[in-house]
């Protein structure tokens, strides 16, 4: 893996172009990821078909929608508990999951988000490179974790319209007061398209973003690891004050049977371990 990748240059000349293996999407948030995005495929495809009933039954029709609308409803509390856990991980995470990574609250921020911008639109060469999120990435984020609460409200407003209940009334029932059934019914179907659309650029954008940095952006949502230029995650703007300038990674498997060995021989503990913070192992 060559050091100088367009992730070190986005930030400017570097002095140390060691790279170095940062943790930064933590395990809530990959199981996050990868449940809401499953939950999302399962969601679309039993929701389309409650819309228009493409498949056609031998046995009696009623019993097939009766089994997809039950997938729908238990994804959909699936789709809930995974989209609570992101965001209270927004709180409680890393420096790169937090709800400030999300916002563009600052001039830094904005002017990230523009220079993304104008990569995307063929306007600059280089593209805005982050350890986490880059600034437009953070943004539009938030705007589908946005258009994920409406779906989230829309979709319990027509079970509790179809099912009952005075828990599910007690929290929702007064969404169908403002808006009618049939609107928030268009409302979760027309989002249902928006998610497609929004899925489509997300896998587009992660693998020309992984071959512009080289930093291990598409492994990096099974492993939670990344790599960069020691400069590069020093200078990084999501530091929260406080914060180890450089982020030591948790050890590996490999490398906590290693250090296990090495304490049973009485050997110190080598440089960029969890025992020496500050000094991350240029893995």
């Keep these: 893996m060559n050091a100088a990748t367009p992730a070190a240059t986005a930030a400017?000349?570097?002095?140390?172009?060691?790279?170095?293996?940062?943790?930064?999407?933590?395990?809530?948030?990959?199981?996050?990821?990868?449940?809401?995005?499953?939950?999302?495929?399962?969601?679309?495809?039993?929701?389309?078909?409650?819309?228009?009933?493409?498949?056609?039954?031998r046995g009696h029709p009623g019993f097939l929608m009766g089994t997809m609308r039950f997938i729908h409803e238990v994804t959909g509390f699936v789709f809930i508990a995974a989209f609570l856990l992101r965001a209270y991980w927004f709180f409680k995470g890393n420096r790169w999951a937090r709800w400030r990574q999300f916002l563009l609250i600052d001039s830094r921020q904005w002017r990230g988000a523009r220079n993304m911008l104008r990569y995307y639109l063929f306007l600059r060469r280089e593209p805005e490179s982050r350890v986490g999120h880059n600034p437009l990435a953070g943004a539009t984020y938030s705007t589908i974790y946005t258009l994920a609460v409406i779906e989230i409200l829309t979709g319990l407003a027509l079970l509790q319209h179809v099912a009952g209940g005075k828990v599910l009334g007690f929290f929702i029932g007064w969404l169908p007061l403002l808006i009618t059934i049939q609107r928030l019914r268009e409302i979760h179907f027309l989002i249902l398209f928006i998610f497609g659309a929004f899925f489509i650029h997300h896998v587009y954008s992660a693998v020309l973003m992984s071959i512009e940095e080289h930093s291990g952006l598409m492994g990096s949502i099974f492993s939670g690891y990344k790599f960069f230029p020691v400069d590069f995650v020093a200078a990084d703007p999501a530091r929260i004050p406080g914060e180890d300038v450089l982020p030591v990674a948790p050890p590996g498997r490999g490398q906590r049977a290693r250090r296990k060995h090495a304490a049973g021989k009485g050997a110190a503990p080598a440089p960029g371990s969890p025992s020496t913070p500050g000094k991350p192992s240029p893995h």
């Design 12 to 57: 400017g000349q570097h002095h140390d172009e060691r790279l170095i293996r940062v943790y930064v999407w933590e395990w809530p948030v990959r199981i996050a990821h990868w449940v809401i995005f499953f939950s999302i495929l399962v969601l679309g495809f039993t929701g389309y078909y409650i819309y228009d009933p493409f498949i056609i039954s």
